[in-house]
């Protein structure tokens, strides 16, 4: 059974930039036909799906984000990492990381598009 962990720093200033590593074990994030999926939720508010990188290394990002947000992967360690620039404290939410079979629906963050999470890790943008 695959497993993901988020890490991370917890607080970021303003302006910093956020990186984020998403730890898998169970499965390789080189299996066909899988994505690697960011999602968030800031306090009071409904998921966003922020992007993800496939099982070939192809990324693709939410157009609201796009512009300050990179998803990398290093396949020795089975990891994949989000790069989110520039932050505001509107950035701050639970952050998760998690897979998809196939990129339908993932935009919608709706839970049934992903098969497995992980637990989440809480970020707080503040000076």
């Known amino acids: 059974q695959v497993q993901l962990q988020e890490s991370g720093p917890t607080l970021v200033k303003p302006s910093q930039t956020l990186s984020l590593t998403c730890t898998v074990s169970?499965?390789?994030?080189?299996?066909?036909?899988?994505?690697w999926n960011w999602i968030r939720q800031p306090p009071g508010k409904g998921r966003e799906w922020i992007g993800y990188?496939?099982?070939?290394?192809?990324?693709y990002r939410s157009a609201a984000l796009k512009s300050r947000t990179s998803i990398s992967r290093d396949t020795s360690k089975n990891q994949f990492t989000l790069h989110l620039s520039a932050v505001t404290p509107e950035d701050t939410a639970v952050y998760y990381c998690?897979?998809?079979?196939?990129?339908?629906?993932?935009?919608?963050?709706?839970?049934?598009?992903?098969?497995?999470w992980g637990q989440g890790t809480q970020v707080t943008v503040s000076s």
């Open positions: 990188i496939a099982y070939t290394g192809s990324t």
């Open positions: 998690a897979r998809s079979n196939g990129e339908a629906m993932v935009t919608t963050a709706a839970l049934d598009a992903f098969d497995s």
């Open positions: 169970g499965g390789s994030i080189t299996t066909a036909y899988y994505y």
